[in-house]
């Protein structure tokens, strides 16, 4: 079961996790949303509605996260409102994080460990000359990735998910109707 979902804003991606996932939340990525808006408008403008992002990103409590979600609608809307329309429908996926804990949502905001993941294998195909020579070869090294990325996860796990196991807990027997969850 996965509660949680973070990916770029992909065409059609968000259909396959809600066909596929239909009780997961599907989070679209914070990072890339501010990139595209800072690569859209002025210095001024992305600053201003930076500003807006930032509170809803900090904000403590859902409803303070809708509120300030609405207040940089709003000022995009001022400044291009066929873009503001377009991040309205994709409201729920943008505020995905906003039912988790504020000690979480920090790790739940971006696509950059997926990223980490893609730059490695990059590498590697540079490494071997620019491409994978076989299917096997790719599988090798993706299983380098993602093992090397399990083993530091293992050897360091992320302090706030320990932290809020229980409410963590809480929020997949809600999804998924589960009564227990083994460790």
């Known amino acids: 079961k996965v509660s949680i979902f973070v990916s770029d804003d992909f065409s059609g991606l968000t259909d396959v996790v809600n066909q596929f996932f239909p009780y997961s939340d599907h989070r679209l990525c914070w990072t890339h949303m501010k990139?595209?808006?800072?690569?859209?408008?002025?210095?001024?403008?992305?600053?201003?509605?930076?500003?807006?992002?930032?509170?809803?990103?900090?904000?403590?409590?859902?409803?303070?996260?809708?509120?300030?979600?609405?207040?940089?609608?709003?000022?995009?809307?001022?400044?291009?409102?066929?873009?503001?329309?377009?991040?309205?429908?994709?409201s729920e996926n943008y505020l995905a994080f906003i039912d988790y804990q504020q000690e979480i949502r920090k790790h739940i905001y971006t696509s950059n460990v997926v990223e980490s993941v893609n730059a490695g294998l990059e590498m590697m195909r540079l490494e071997l000359g620019g491409y994978f020579p076989s299917m096997r070869t790719l599988e090798i090294n993706?299983?380098?990735?993602?093992?090397?990325?399990?083993?530091?996860?293992?050897?360091?796990?992320?302090?706030?998910?320990?932290?809020?196991?229980?409410?963590?807990?809480?929020?997949?027997?809600?999804?998924?109707?589960?009564?227990?969850?083994?460790?």
């Open 35 to 90: 990139r595209n808006l800072r690569r859209k408008f002025s210095k001024r403008e992305y600053s201003l509605l930076n500003k807006h992002l930032t509170f809803v990103k900090e904000s403590l409590t859902k409803d303070e996260a809708l509120g300030h979600w609405e207040n940089f609608l709003k000022e995009l809307s001022n400044l291009n409102p066929s873009l503001s329309k377009q991040y309205e429908k994709k």
């Open 142 to 183: 993706l299983f380098i990735q993602l093992s090397n990325l399990n083993d530091k996860w293992m050897r360091k796990p992320v302090a706030a998910f320990r932290a809020n196991l229980y409410e963590m807990r809480q929020i997949l027997n809600v999804k998924f109707g589960l009564e227990k969850f083994l460790d």
